[in-house]
């Protein structure tokens, strides 16, 4: 056990402090609360931490203290674990803070914002193909989160009719919901709130580390409310096949008479694949899908704190859902599981929406493919790595899941020639992420090297790239992540390649986990460069030149 957690720090700092001195008058000690930063301040004024202080401070030193706290944040651009949007233009910014103090819920007193709210449903109902002759229904929702409990719940509600009307038991064995093990959290958050037992269909390095339709369908039977198809697993990007699904789901219905809905978490999915995938069909275009949610604030390009739920129609959102509200000046309709809510993000969503059009969202996540595509390569041609997520790989060449060989795309970057297919439908489809691990090779010559030592040594430097095992069945396998986002220049994904290359390269020379250690050890270290795959020391000059024309097409 580390000795830190032994230690009780803040008793060790007060036991530290100098003996208090004498203020002198009252005024004089109004005047020091003005003041941000002198040693009057940071020590005479001893705030509480974990209780309000008796006698507040002024605004500025408020203000001064939060603001350096928060510096030993990440930098939110260099956050590449997170599918969170965190960047917006200046004018959405505006936008947003002169709405800070609007209530979404108060649909009366604040009709403009509503109008906007239902603008914003039809525009991602008509994205999503909702059915012409139904009038598709949906919620903005704090995060996909909700938006998953909300999609749930309508299927159990659904469900619990059909078996009541055929005068089944409702409560034994009780209702059940399938998905996929790499399935995020909410989706099993919702299992357990709501009393829905959780079936994980286990994922393998043959299933793309995605559920299987024809696996997951053995776990379907009368009390099945529906099946989580999730657009765009977090571990590597992937997304499962919904036509797949539904074919599967239509095999069964025929042997059994079981009618199983699906419902799409497009958390990621739901605002990439239809500017980038057109005919990939995995929404509303498939007769099963009775729902489908996605995060507002990640492709959507949204302020954080936004999720959508459209649903096919009126028809599949039970009314037992919907609650009337008469005290806020008129009738209003709620299906939330929350209540009050800020309107801002749904104003963020509708200006990029006007600001970027159809062809802004397409040039966007075509940038951010091209961008990981670059990363997947570099790193596969570093020899150190291989790539579990597929985006760079070409369809004609098959979703090889893990490749201890350097691909050809890899191989292009060493001797110089770009790959000129720059059309993402070309590629396995999938999110702009970048899942690797230590190869076969390197794991084997090097079995003192901690993967994690990667993430800790990056994040030294700057960047957030988490380390993490695969889900249940793969769990020996760690992967590190990175997540392409639009705020991700082309020279920062240059700079990102180089980075890890010679993070690795120093860890496999001796350094220690530290970066600090590291830069040490290098200094003394008389070591040469690791050779790699290619017989050779590591010619990173080489391919710094040519992910350099990568960036540049970004």
Not at 266 to 281: C, K
């Amino acid at each position: 056990m580390a000795l830190a957690q032994h230690v009780d720090a803040e008793k060790i700092i007060n036991e530290s402090r100098d003996h208090p001195v004498r203020k002198h008058t009252h005024d004089r000690k109004a005047t020091l609360y003005d003041i941000p930063y002198t040693s009057r301040y940071d020590v005479e004024i001893d705030l509480p931490r974990y209780s309000i202080p008796e006698t507040g401070v002024n605004a500025k030193v408020s203000y001064q203290l939060l603001h350096d706290e928060l510096l030993l944040d990440g930098n939110p651009n260099m956050n590449l674990a997170s599918f969170v949007n965190t960047w917006v233009p200046d004018e959405c910014n505006r936008l947003m803070y002169e709405n800070l103090n609007k209530n979404l819920v108060d649909q009366d007193e604040y009709p403009a914002a509503q109008a906007i709210h239902e603008r914003c449903i039809s525009m991602i109902s008509h994205l999503w193909h909702a059915p012409k002759d139904a009038t598709a229904l949906g919620t903005a929702t704090t995060g996909s989160s909700e938006a998953i409990m909300l999609g749930g719940m309508a299927l159990k509600k659904r469900w619990q009719e059909k078996m009541k009307a055929a005068g089944k038991d409702i409560h034994n064995p009780g209702p059940n919901i399938v998905m996929g093990a790499e399935a995020q959290v909410a989706l099993e958050k919702f299992a357990r709130y709501f009393e829905v037992e959780a079936r994980l269909v286990p994922v393998h390095e043959k299933s793309g580390y995605v559920m299987d339709p024809k696996e997951a369908v053995k776990y379907c039977d009368e009390n099945t409310i529906g099946i989580f198809v999730i657009m765009g697993s977090t571990y590597t990007g992937t997304f499962e096949s919904v036509q797949g699904m539904s074919d599967e789901l239509d095999k069964y219905q025929e042997e059994t008479g079981i009618d199983i809905p699906i419902h799409v978490d497009a958390a990621s999915g739901g605002f990439v694949a239809p500017f980038v995938y057109p005919q990939l069909a995995w929404d509303f275009r498939i007769p099963r899908v009775n729902s489908i949610n996605a995060s507002g604030h990640k492709y959507g390009l949204a302020s954080v704190g936004l999720g959508w739920i459209i649903w096919r129609s009126a028809d599949y959102l039970p009314k037992e859902l919907i609650f009337e509200l008469h005290y806020l000046g008129q009738t209003d309709y709620s299906f939330n599981l929350n209540f009050s809510r800020p309107a801002f993000p749904v104003l963020s969503q509708m200006f990029h929406f006007l600001n970027l059009g159809f062809s802004g969202y397409k040039r966007i996540n075509e940038n951010n493919l091209s961008k990981a595509r670059l990363i997947s390569r570099a790193l596969e041609a570093s020899g150190y790595f291989v790539c579990l997520s597929q985006i760079h790989r070409a369809k004609n060449q098959g979703a090889s899941n893990i490749s201890p060989v350097i691909t050809k795309a890899a191989s292009d970057i060493i001797h110089g020639h770009v790959p000129e297919i720059d059309d993402p439908t070309y590629y396995v489809e999938g999110l702009p992420v970048v899942s690797f691990r230590f190869s076969d090779e390197i794991k084997e010559k090097y079995p003192r090297v901690k993967q994690e030592w990667i993430q800790s040594q990056l994040r030294a430097i700057g960047w957030i790239v988490p380390n993490y095992p695969l889900p249940p069945a793969e769990e020996d396998t760690e992967i590190l992540r990175c997540v392409v986002r639009e705020s991700l220049s082309g020279d920062l994904a240059r700079k990102l390649i180089l980075d890890i290359i010679q993070v690795t390269e120093g860890l496999l020379n001796g350094a220690g986990p530290s970066y600090h250690m590291s830069v040490a050890n290098r200094r003394q270290s008389t070591t040469s460069p690791v050779d790699v795959k290619r017989g050779g020391t590591l010619d990173t000059q080489h391919i710094s030149e040519h992910t350099s024309t990568y960036a540049k097409t970004c």
